[in-house]
C-alpha cells in the first residue's frame, strides 16, 4: 500500500493538519516578517529624505547602517519560517512513518480496521460527491485450511491474498477489518459492471495454486461491492450495502462477485423485522414445543422428537423453516436453542420417554456449548441418558474440530447422539468413520421414493446393513403410508416417524391423541 495516499498531501501537511500549534508559529513569523517589513521601509523612506534635505540632516552613516540593520532583520525573518518548515519536516516525516507502521496491520501489512475507516470517511469521502467503489471480501473456507493444516498455512493464505490484491490494486486503500475480512475502496471509479469485473479477476488470481504447508492450495473469497454516492451517503452506509450483497454470495454458494441491489434491502428489513420479533418472543414465552412420537416395528412410542413453533400474536403459528436460519445469523439461535432444552427437560417426565432436540450447526460452533447444555440438564435434574441431541449431516465434523470436541463431550456426558438426514448431504460415510454416534435417521428423500425407486431401496437397505454391524438405531423419517411402513420394516428399519404414525402436537394435545 502507498501510504502517502493515505494521508493525501504527505508528511509535511500532515504535520500540520495534526498539530494547528505549529501554523500558528509560523504565522507568527509571517507577521512579524510584515511589521519589519514596514520598519524597513520606513528607515528607508527617512534616509533618503535626509539624505535629499528634505529632512533634518543626521548624516550619512546612519541611514545606511540603519538600512543595513533593517534589511538584515528582514532576511533573517523572512527566512525563518522556511528554517521551521524544515525542521517541522524533519521531524514530521520521522513522526509520519512510526505513525503509519503503528496503523499497518501485523500480519498483511495492510491497514488496521481503525484506520482504514478513519482515512475513508476523513480523507477520501466524508459527505463528498466523489466517486468511490467498494469491495468487501471475505475469505471462504480460511477455518477448514486452520484445521486441516494449522493456522500458520492460514496466515500464509491471508499473506498471499493481501498481496495479491496490492499487486492487483497498488494505488486502492486496502485494510484488514477482521480475521479473514477486507475492504477495498477504489477512487473515481463507479462503474458497477467494471468493478464487477475487476472483482472476478481478483477471484482468479487466488483460484491459481500458491504453495501453503507443502502442498498446493487455491484459495477463494466472496466478494460484496456498493457504490458512493449512487448506493451510500456515508462510509457506514457504504459498507453495510457492500456487507449485504457480501451476505447474499455467501447465501449463493461463495466464491462469487455480487453488486448490491437496492431489491436487497427488503430482504434485509424482513430479516431484521423477524429477527427484532422474535426477541420479543422469548421475552413474551411465545414458542411452544411440539412433539411427534417415534415408534418401534410393533407401532410401541419408544421416545419423541422435540420441534419448536412460533405462536405470534398476529400471524399465528410460525414454522421453524421461517425463523431457524434468522436466528442462526445471530445470537438468538444459542437463546432459541436453550429454551428448547430447557422446556424439553420440564416436559421430560410427562412425555415419558427420551425426547429428542435439533442442534443447529451455528451452536456447536461454539466451545462452551456442551458445558452449558450440561448445565441446563444439571439444574432441571435430567438424565443425560433420556436426551437425544439430533445433529445433520451438513454439520462439518472436521478432526480436531470445535464441532467434533462439543459431539463427543455430549456423548461422554451419556447424551445420544443422533445423525438427522443421513444421506441427504455428500459426508455420509465420513461421519460413519469420523465419530461415534447412537442413531441414524434416514432423509425422508429415501422413504418417499422406496415403492419407485429400486435405486433408494438398495440404499435403505445398506444403512440398515451398516447400522446392524455398528450396532446402532435406523430411524425412517417421512413414512405417509402403509406401504412405506412395511417395507422399511422388511429393509431392516428399527424406529419409524412420520404423519402415518403420529403427527407432531402440543404436549396437552399429545395426551388425548394417545388416550383415543
Known amino acids: 500500500m502507498r501510504w502517502t495516499r493515505l494521508y493525501r498531501a504527505g508528511p509535511d501537511n ?8 505549529l ?4 504565522d507568527g513569523y509571517r507577521s512579524i516578517a510584515i511589521v519589519a517589513a514596514m520598519v524597513v521601509i520606513a528607515i528607508f523612506t527617512g534616509s533618503v529624505m535626509a539624505l535629499l534635505g528634505m529632512m533634518p540632516s543626521v548624516g550619512v552613516t546612519l541611514p545606511v547602517a540603519s538600512l543595513m540593520c533593517g534589511v538584515l532583520l528582514l532576511a533573517l525573518l523572512a527566512g525563518g519560517p522556511r528554517m521551521v518548515r524544515l525542521r517541522i519536516a524533519a521531524a514530521s516525516q520521522a513522526s509520519y512513518d ?10 498483511t501489512g495492510l491497514a488496521t480496521r481503525s484506520f482504514f475507516l478513519e482515512t475513508l470517511n476523513n480523507e477520501v469521502y466524508h459527505g463528498s460527491k466523489r466517486a468511490v467503489g467498494y469491495l468487501q471480501l471475505d475469505m471462504d ?3 477448514i485450511l486452520n484445521d486441516s493444516a494449522g493456522h500458520g498455512a492460514g496466515d500464509a493464505a491471508l499473506v498471499h491474498l493481501a498481496a495479491t490484491i496490492r499487486e492487483m490494486l497498488p494505488d486502492a486503500l486496502v485494510g484488514r477489518l477482521g480475521g479473514d475480512e477486507f475492504g477495498i475502496a477504489v477512487f473515481g471509479h463507479d462503474n458497477r459492471p467494471a468493478l464487477r469485473r475487476l472483482g472476478e479477476e481478483l477471484l482468479r488470481r487466488l483460484e491459481r495454486p500458491v504453495g501453503i504447508a507443502g502442498r498446493p492450495v487455491r484459495l477463494a473469497a466472496t466478494i460484496g461491492i456498493a457504490l458512493a454516492p449512487l448506493d451510500a451517503t456515508d462510509v457506514d452506509e457504504l459498507i453495510s450495502k457492500a456487507d449485504l450483497a457480501l451476505y447474499k454470495g455467501k447465501r449463493s454458494g461463495r466464491n462469487v462477485v ?8 427488503g430482504d434485509e428489513r424482513h430479516r431484521r423485522f423477524v429477527e427484532r420479533e422474535l426477541r420479543a418472543a422469548l421475552l413474551l414465552d411465545e414458542l411452544e414445543l411440539y412433539y411427534q412420537p417415534v ?8 421416545s419423541h422428537e422435540a420441534l419448536v413453533r412460533w405462536r405470534h400474536r398476529v400471524r399465528g403459528i410460525i414454522s421453524p423453516a421461517q425463523f431457524i436460519a434468522i436466528a442462526e445469523e445471530s445470537d438468538l439461535i444459542d437463546k432459541v436453542g436453550e429454551w428448547v432444552v430447557r422446556r424439553a427437560c420440564i416436559d421430560l417426565p410427562q412425555l415419558g420417554t427420551p425426547v429428542a432436540v435439533n442442534v443447529s450447526p451455528a451452536q456447536l460452533r461454539h466451545a462452551d456449548f456442551a458445558p452449558r447444555f450440561a448445565a441446563l440438564l444439571a439444574q432441571s435434574n435430567t438424565d443425560p441418558a433420556s436426551i437425544i441431541v439430533e445433529i445433520t449431516e451438513t454439520v462439518p465434523l472436521q478432526a480436531r474440530g470445535i464441532e467434533l470436541a462439543n459431539v463427543d463431550a455430549l456423548r461422554a456426558l451419556g447424551v445420544r447422539i443422533a445423525i438427522d438426514d443421513f444421506g441427504a448431504g455428500h459426508a455420509s460415510l465420513q461421519y460413519l468413520r469420523s465419530f461415534s454416534f447412537d442413531v441414524i435417521k434416514i432423509d425422508r428423500t429415501y422413504v418417499s421414493n422406496l415403492g419407485d425407486s429400486r435405486i433408494d431401496a438398495i440404499i435403505v437397505s445398506a444403512i440398515c446393513d451398516i447400522a446392524r454391524s455398528l450396532p446402532v438405531d435406523v430411524v425412517a423419517e417421512g413414512i405417509e403410508t402403509e406401504e412405506q411402513f412395511a417395507l422399511l420394516r422388511e429393509a431392516g428399519c428399527t424406529r419409524f416417524q412420520g404423519f402415518l404414525l403420529g403427527r407432531p402436537r402440543p ?3 399429545l395426551h388425548v391423541a394417545s388416550a383415543a
Open 98 to 107: 512510526v505513525l503509519a507502521s503503528v496503523h499497518r496491520d501485523a500480519l
Open 507 to 509: 404436549l396437552d394435545e
Open 23 to 26: 501554523s500558528r508559529i509560523l
Open 141 to 143: 473456507n480460511l477455518k
Open 258 to 265: 455480487v453488486p448490491f441491489d437496492p431489491d436487497m434491502l
Open 295 to 302: 415408534f418401534d416395528a410393533d407401532r410401541k412410542v419408544r
Open 14 to 21: 500532515f504535520a500540520m493538519r495534526r498539530n494547528p500549534a
